[in-house]
């Protein structure tokens, strides 16, 4: 069949683990035609397979990118001119009635009790290292890291077939199914958006009756940067892929992530409906509200973009033939969001096991003294927590050392980070001497990945006999699994994925609890049996959930499954099992009751 890929900065232009998940799967189910539809500067891409071809490129430009354009005020009077210029009073008609509806539905007060935004951390209540697959802590209730995401409760206007509150189409819906079949008619959607019609439409929907405090609060700043935000979010609504040459010749589009990335699905399924299926190993929602907290917007200005995100996240997952959450932590934001629950199906990301085979076989590899951290270094990764951790490890086994491998990254914040934390374990952990003419060493030492100390994965998780993750906030610590086969016992934070991938092969600890994190690794350093338990069992949980061929089998079959629910669209002369047999005889083949005595002579 013809899968329509749908990518933002993915394959074939992205790297690292995001990148190489979406090769994995192109090259791995070579019995279908990939076609790539990707969001994203091409340079740089890697060479595709034989059944891989890039289709279309849309580049990545963010709000303002246009080099031509002046400031902010300069670009919206610009557009406002040229969007004059493109529309005529009835074509200007419309788009004022779809950016009304869209903008009423986000401006709207949601309804129960959902806020907009979600939690800045995923955490724990306080407790001590309790195996992952245990009962939660007897201290609280635990975070589930869920978000508080826009719910679908716009009262919606008569305008363009839009009901009543209690009417399924909500006024976002609505007002952007109409804004693309304007784009897909008539173009000109971009300057339209940043026109000074868009700019007092959102005003209007700002200061409207019912309209959320935040929303209300919005002054002539925050709706032309939110107009300018718009035009950038809704920019596939005009891109040149609708069309029986490209989304229209895709058996099934398959996003690789939702919001932005699957609106072209999403249109594809309203003009000629093709199945969407949406695979999300991250939770972009919640990336979206954390970046807006951090971007120094005023307040009003974060709850539009709150709002803009959570509505457009919602409806994709209520359009979506089926969702595909990499882990448990992923899909509960999706239902959360509206996403029904008998089309959510996790499936885990695979990793190559083949690679950490000779580790995981020797499980008595490495210093039975030292702990291993491996990851990017960054707030989140909780550094610090780690060190202070080590301190109170330090104090009560003295011969304990910890390895701190950091990934390389063209990123000035986190080698800052880094820096601190060099000069934090410099002032915890002065150089050491066995004596008077030695040189002395620090039991912290940090190294960099691929560097002469740390040539490869596999050689640095079989240095230690446990590995540690010490994050605050996560999604799906691909270094836990790789650990696991290493068979590696591990202590880690109760965040995100990290109680699904363990399953109770490893210890967990609440986050920001340095005394009980020291107490988890004391436990495994000073029990080798217990460590090699654990271990053991962790390899084989890997090597049954999170393989690369358990992936390909699940969307194998997700594929199959998909296609044989969608109804058939067009006809393909010439060839061959293009359409199954049963199609082509008449009657119903729909399941109903037989009596006795209908059927064939001989029955």
């Given at each position: ?19 190489r ?5 192109v090259r ?8 790539l539809?990707?969001?994203g ?8 397979p ?6 279309r490129?849309?580049?990545s430009?963010?709000p ?34 779809a ?34 697959g245990e ?10 890291g ?10 919606a ?6 009901g ?12 952007l ?25 959102l ?8 309209a959320r ?13 939110f107009a ?23 058996d099934?589009c ?12 999403l ?17 972009p ?11 120094g ?38 239902e959360r ?10 499936v ?12 995981g076989?020797n499980?008595e ?16 990764k ?6 202070h ?7 009560r086994?003295?011969?304990?050392r910890?390895?701190?491998v ?12 880094l ?29 960099e990945?691929?560097?002469p ?16 993750l010490?994050?605050?906030?996560e999604g799906?610590?691909?270094?836990l699994?790789e ?12 965040v995100?994925?990290?109680v ?32 090699h ?6 390899r ?19 594929y199959?499954e998909?296609?044989s629910?969608?109804?058939?669209r ?10 199954p ?23």
């Amino acid at each position: 069949m013809r899968i329509g890929l749908l990518t933002e900065g993915g394959h074939p232009n992205a790297t690292g683990g995001y990148g190489r998940w979406c090769e994995r799967l192109v090259r791995g189910l070579g019995q279908h035609q990939f076609d790539l539809y990707a969001q994203g500067a091409p340079g740089g891409a890697s060479p595709l397979p034989p059944n891989a071809r890039l289709v279309r490129t849309a580049p990545s430009g963010g709000p303002g990118a246009d080099p031509a354009a002046g400031n902010l005020l300069e670009r919206t009077a610009l557009g406002g001119r040229a969007a004059r210029r493109a529309y005529g009073r009835r074509d200007r008609h419309r788009f004022t009635e779809a950016l009304h509806l869209l903008a009423t539905g986000l401006c709207a007060e949601e309804t129960g009790g959902a806020r907009d935004g979600g939690e800045a951390r995923d955490g724990g209540p306080a407790g001590g290292a309790r195996h992952a697959g245990e009962a939660p802590y007897a201290g609280g209730a635990r975070d589930t890291g869920g978000p508080q995401p826009v719910l679908e409760a716009a009262p919606a206007a008569r305008h363009l077939g839009a009901g009543t509150p209690d009417d399924p189409e909500p006024a976002f819906a609505t007002g952007l199914h109409a804004l693309a079949d304007l784009a897909r008619e008539r173009g000109g959607l971009p300057g339209a958006l940043r026109s000074d019609d868009a700019v007092r439409a959102l005003e209007a929907a700002c200061r409207a009756p019912g309209a959320r405090r935040g929303a209300a609060a919005a002054a002539l700043p925050d709706h032309l940067a939110f107009a300018e935000h718009l035009a950038h979010v809704l920019r596939p609504l005009s891109f040149d892929w609708y069309d029986e040459d490209a989304l229209g010749a895709a058996d099934l589009c398959h996003a690789t992530a939702g919001g932005t990335t699957a609106l072209p699905g999403l249109l594809a399924k309203r003009f000629f409906g093709t199945p969407l299926l949406v695979t999300e190993y991250g939770v972009p929602l919640r990336t979206h509200y954390l970046s807006t907290q951090g971007a120094g917007h005023s307040a009003p200005l974060r709850t539009l973009l709150a709002a803009l995100h959570g509505r457009l996240s919602a409806e994709v997952y209520r359009r979506a033939d089926l969702l595909t959450p990499g882990n448990t932590h992923a899909r509960r934001w999706q239902e959360r969001c509206g996403a029904d629950r008998a089309r959510v199906r996790t499936v885990h990301p695979g990793l190559p096991a083949d690679r950490f085979a000779e580790t995981g076989e020797n499980e008595e590899s490495g210093d039975p003294a030292t702990l291993v951290w491996v990851g990017r270094a960054e707030p989140a990764k909780d550094l610090v927590g780690l060190l202070h951790s080590f301190a109170e490890i330090r104090s009560r086994q003295p011969d304990a050392r910890l390895r701190i491998v950091s990934v390389p990254v063209r990123d000035p914040g986190s080698a800052a980070h880094l820096a601190h934390c060099r000069g934090l374990a410099a002032r915890l952990f002065p150089d050491e001497a066995p004596g008077a003419h030695a040189v002395g060493e620090s039991p912290v030492s940090f190294a960099e990945l691929g560097g002469p100390e740390a040539p490869t994965l596999e050689d640095t998780y079989a240095s230690g006999a446990v590995v540690v993750l010490s994050s605050v906030v996560e999604g799906f610590p691909a270094a836990l699994v790789e650990a696991m086969f290493c068979a590696r016992a591990t202590v880690s934070t109760d965040v995100g994925a990290v109680v699904e991938i363990i399953g109770g092969t490893g210890l967990v600890v609440p986050p920001r609890n340095p005394r009980a994190f020291a107490d988890a690794c004391l436990a495994l350093l000073r029990d080798p049996d217990r460590r090699h338990r654990l271990g053991a069992a962790a390899r084989a949980r890997a090597l049954e959930l999170f393989t690369v061929e358990q992936n390909l089998a699940a969307f194998r079959d997700i594929y199959l499954e998909l296609l044989s629910r969608a109804p058939v669209r067009r006809p393909r002369d010439g060839v061959l099992f293009a359409h199954p047999a049963e199609a082509h005889v008449p009657g119903s083949w729909a399941h109903r009751t037989v009596t006795a005595g209908t059927g064939a002579p001989d029955a």
